[in-house]
């Protein structure tokens, strides 16, 4: 057959993109796999306990029962759709019983204030003492930012007074970075966790740390370029996720103080943005917090507000928040277990249509193959759903749903 372009010219079309291709493979290696936490609790250094986690859960369970001690009650106290409520109330009893809290950081910033050098040097310490013994998936510290000198020099302080006293991290253990503004701090960041990994003897790259995304500038750079990638790539393979901060980013775009919560329309903005920029990198996302605490006279109200708050969280593809009290994990479980329950048998059917490849009114593509097995398989991970009731939906087992999230 005859044909107009020759070999030689298509061999270097070939050799050109093989390296870009090379390039975009290590810009974006897709998700990291591994379990992804639905929740981080932020603690105050000064208010951790070394059992903590256990006390969590059993100030959550004892707000559970006083305020709905039963499924009619938690429909009507936190909004859960009546028809899930008994299958979501024992899912979340249980869950508050078995593994309350699934990712800590020790507030070292906003939530701790400034205290004097010798305070927070001794909370420091003692922070690293109890971080190992919490037994926790993932835990970390969040440290001040880098925002004046003298900030940076209390943040690298309380850094190396956790790290030095740990000595070598627990598993899954990573630094929150508040407030940044810049590349250059956050490479400033990873050259002072290069210093440390080689005086501690750790392993290149075993400390990683997440950047919050708080000010304009972390999203829109001084240019009118987006921030995110910059940021990301700054971090030489460290970033380990991004995480939404809802009060500073909103007071920094001028919001009053009514207008300050997750679902107004510029935090959409910075969200989505947040989105583009981590597709594909590995990076994970994580949403910020409502501040309406669930106390006093206010339970019930706060239930309602934080339910609904993660439930749009989930439906924008933020499948991780904050926690700032104890009883938010009551409505934190509430909605992400109602938001599997709901989907489940649905996505169970489309997942396993695909696999038969049989005709039906949704022709899906494989990426949504993989998302639908990503949903399936953190369902069962968070406890909303038993690895025997995802494979009744769908025919696959977690090692089957794996497979499918991991193929590229």
């Avoid at 019983?97 to 020790?106: G, I, K, Q, S, T």
């Avoid at 030489?236 to 329309?265: E, K, P």
């Avoid at 583009?276 to 309602?304: F, K």
Wanted: proline letters at 5%; charged letters at 25%; hydrophobic letters at 45%.
């Amino acid at each position: 057959m005859r044909t107009t372009l020759d070999g030689a010219l298509l061999a270097g079309i070939i050799a050109r993109l093989s390296e870009v291709d090379e390039r975009r493979a290590a810009r974006y290696p897709g998700d990291p796999g591994g379990r992804q936490p639905v929740h981080t609790c932020y603690v105050p250094a000064d208010k951790i306990t070394d059992d903590l986690p256990a006390r969590w859960g059993a100030e959550a369970s004892a707000a559970l029962d006083e305020h709905a001690a039963d499924p009619a009650a938690l429909a009507a106290a936190v909004g859960v759709p009546a028809a899930l409520a008994p299958t979501v109330f024992e899912r979340v009893r249980a869950k508050l019983a078995a593994e309350p809290v699934e990712d800590l950081r020790v507030d070292f910033e906003d939530g701790y204030g400034s205290r004097d050098e010798a305070t927070e040097d001794t909370d420091a310490v003692r922070a690293a003492g109890l971080i190992a013994g919490w037994g926790l998936a993932g835990v970390g510290i969040r440290m001040k930012s880098f925002d004046t000198a003298e900030l940076l020099q209390r943040a690298v302080r309380t850094l190396d007074l956790v790290l030095t006293g740990l000595g070598t991290p627990p598993p899954g253990f990573v630094v929150t970075f508040p407030k940044v503004t810049v590349p250059d701090q956050v490479e400033v960041l990873v050259e002072l966790l290069d210093v440390i990994e080689q005086r501690l003897n750790l392993g290149t790259g075993a400390l990683r740390f997440e950047i919050q995304i708080e000010t304009t500038q972390a999203v829109i750079d001084h240019k009118g370029r987006f921030a995110v990638p910059r940021l990301i790539e700054a971090g030489a393979g460290r970033v380990s996720g991004l995480h939404f901060g809802t009060y500073d980013y909103t007071a920094a775009c001028g919001l009053g103080a009514a207008d300050q919560h997750l679902a107004h329309a510029a935090c959409d903005f910075a969200r989505h943005a947040m989105q583009v920029g981590a597709a594909g990198t590995g990076v994970r996302l994580s949403d910020g917090s409502s501040n309406i605490l669930p106390v006093g006279d206010n339970v019930r109200p706060a239930w309602r507000t934080h339910y609904k708050l993660v439930r749009r969280s989930l439906s924008h593809g933020y499948h991780q928040g904050w926690d700032l009290h104890p009883a938010q994990l009551v409505p934190r479980y509430c909605a992400v277990f109602a938001h599997h329950l709901e989907t489940a048998e649905a996505d169970g059917k489309r997942l396993a249509a695909y696999l038969a490849r049989t005709s039906g009114s949704i022709l899906d593509e494989p990426a949504t193959a993989a998302a639908l097995a990503r949903s399936l398989r953190r369902a069962v991970e968070c406890g909303a759903l038993t690895a025997e009731e995802v494979t009744r939906s769908c025919g696959l087992g977690m090692a089957d749903l794996t497979a499918l999230v991991e193929r590229r």
